[in-house]
Each structure stands twice: as structure tokens, then as C-alpha cells.
């Protein structure tokens, strides 16, 4: 029980922390909106992002239990990439649905993207996740087998995956305080709070006030209550931008009849 325990924190954990190494450099270098500057990705404040974890516990226990039950090869290896990749769009859109319709916030935003559920998920990024299942079947695999084999082995390392745990857990604690706070306000004002535009918010705050972006510590500005006040006049300012052009072009279309 205790080996498994292990071994399961420990995958969680890694892949945790290489997702979000990954999205660091994906929103620095690849993403249509990259900025230009190093952004810390995610909703807790350390280098880590839980749905990574999942992804790579769940991808691990795809490979070692589904794929041996398929007694032709090609067949199970089909399949289990198929259900690699849809497991990882599962655990993507409850991630993001838990985070909606309980703190009122939206973590990322795919509403641009065609085929979008929700904006929580779309067929580009499943074939990414699809794209991330084929990279770890046939190249991570074989690593993630001898790292779990040596943490079996190796029961000392319980203490460091205890202690990044205690870590993990007072980081995430912290930040379920401050989703309190975005979930008032956003029931207060009937919203949901779009993480990465409140995001861009602060960074506008730190600009205009002069004063240095925290890589990490992000959020922790002197008056958080004012960001968000700002955020939401933002939102408007946004939305009737959005409305006034909308009645353009619908007056457009009736003077073209």
C-alpha cells in the first residue's frame, strides 16, 4: 500500500512540475498570445500544474494495465493511445468544469477555438493531448517504468516526496484562499472570472505602477479587491466594444440588401 502510494505521489508530482516547465516555454515561445516575458502558468503559485499530474499518473496506468489486455499488439496499442488521449480531454474539461461552476473562475480560455465545449476544451488541443499520448507512449514510457522501479526500491524517498507534498498542499491552501475571494466577487457581479485576462490585469497594474512583476508570487498585490474591481470594468469596456460592433455589421448587412 505504502509502495503505491509512492509510487502514484511521485508520478503526480513529476509530471506536475514538467507541465508546467512545458507551458512556461509553450506561452513564452508557441502561444498565439505569448507576450514576450516568462509568465508563471497554472492557478497555485509554485512550479507545478495538477492536471499534469493526473495526466501522467493516468497515462503510466493506461500503459502498464490497459494496453496488456489486447493479446494483438497493434490492436492494443490503437486503442490504448485512443483512450490516452481522450483520458487526457477528460481530465482537462472536469478540471476546468470544477473550477467554473465551483470558484466562479475559468482557467483557460479555448471560446476563440473552433469546435469549443464550454471553452474548456476543443479538438486542437485533444490533438495535442493526442500528440502528448503518442510522445509518452513510445518515448516516456520506458523512463517513467525505471523511475517507479527505483522509487519501489528506494522507500527513503517517501521523506522528499512528503516534504514537496507538505509543500504542494500549504501552496495549494494559499491559493484556495485567494479563489474565496475571486468567487465572491465574481457571484457578486454574476461572472465568471477568466484566469489568464485577470492575469494580464495585474500585469498592467504592475506597469502602470511601476513596479516589478513577481515571477511567483503573482497575485500578491497590495490591494487585490482593486484588480479586480479593475478587471471588471475592463470586461465591460470589452463587451461593448464587442456590441457596438456587432450592430455594425448587422447594419452593414441590412444597407448591402
Given amino acids: 500500500m505504502v509502495r503505491a502510494f509512492t509510487i502514484v505521489a511521485s508520478l503526480f508530482f513529476c509530471g506536475s512540475f514538467l507541465g508546467w516547465v512545458m507551458e512556461v516555454f509553450y ?4 502561444s498565439h498570445r505569448k507576450e514576450g516575458k516568462w509568465i508563471n502558468p497554472g492557478f497555485l503559485t509554485g512550479p507545478y500544474l495538477p492536471i499534469y499530474g493526473f495526466g501522467l499518473v493516468g497515462l503510466f496506468l493506461l500503459k502498464q494495465y490497459l494496453l496488456p489486455l489486447f493479446p494483438d499488439e497493434t490492436t492494443g496499442t490503437v486503442v490504448t493511445l485512443v483512450v490516452m488521449a481522450l483520458s487526457m480531454t477528460l481530465i482537462e474539461y472536469v478540471g476546468g ?8 473562475i475559468k482557467l483557460w480560455d479555448y471560446s476563440d477555438q473552433w469546435g469549443n465545449l464550454q471553452g474548456i476544451i476543443c479538438p486542437l488541443y485533444s490533438f495535442f493531448w493526442a500528440v502528448v499520448a503518442v510522445v509518452y507512449f513510445f518515448l516516456i514510457d520506458p523512463f517513467a517504468v525505471r523511475w517507479v522501479n527505483w522509487i519501489g526500491s528506494h522507500m527513503e524517498s517517501l521523506f522528499f516526496i512528503g516534504l514537496f507534498g507538505g509543500v504542494f498542499l500549504v501552496d495549494f491552501w494559499n491559493s484556495v484562499d485567494m479563489s474565496v475571494k475571486i468567487r465572491k466577487f465574481a457571484k457578486e457581479n454574476k461572472i465568471v472570472v477568466k484566469y489568464e485576462e485577470l492575469k494580464a490585469s495585474v500585469r498592467d497594474f504592475w506597469k502602470e505602477t511601476h513596479e516589478r512583476a513577481h515571477f511567483l ?8 479587491r482593486e484588480n479586480l474591481s479593475r478587471y471588471l470594468k475592463e470586461q465591460d469596456e470589452k463587451y461593448k466594444r464587442y456590441k457596438e460592433e456587432q450592430s455594425r455589421k448587422s447594419l452593414t448587412r ?3 440588401k
Wanted: proline content about 0%.
Fill in 27 to 30: 506561452r513564452r515561445f508557441v
Fill in 97 to 104: 468544469l470544477i473550477f467554473i461552476k465551483g470558484m466562479g
Fill in 217 to 224: 508570487r503573482f497575485f500578491h498585490v497590495r490591494d487585490f
Fill in 254 to 256: 441590412k444597407l448591402k
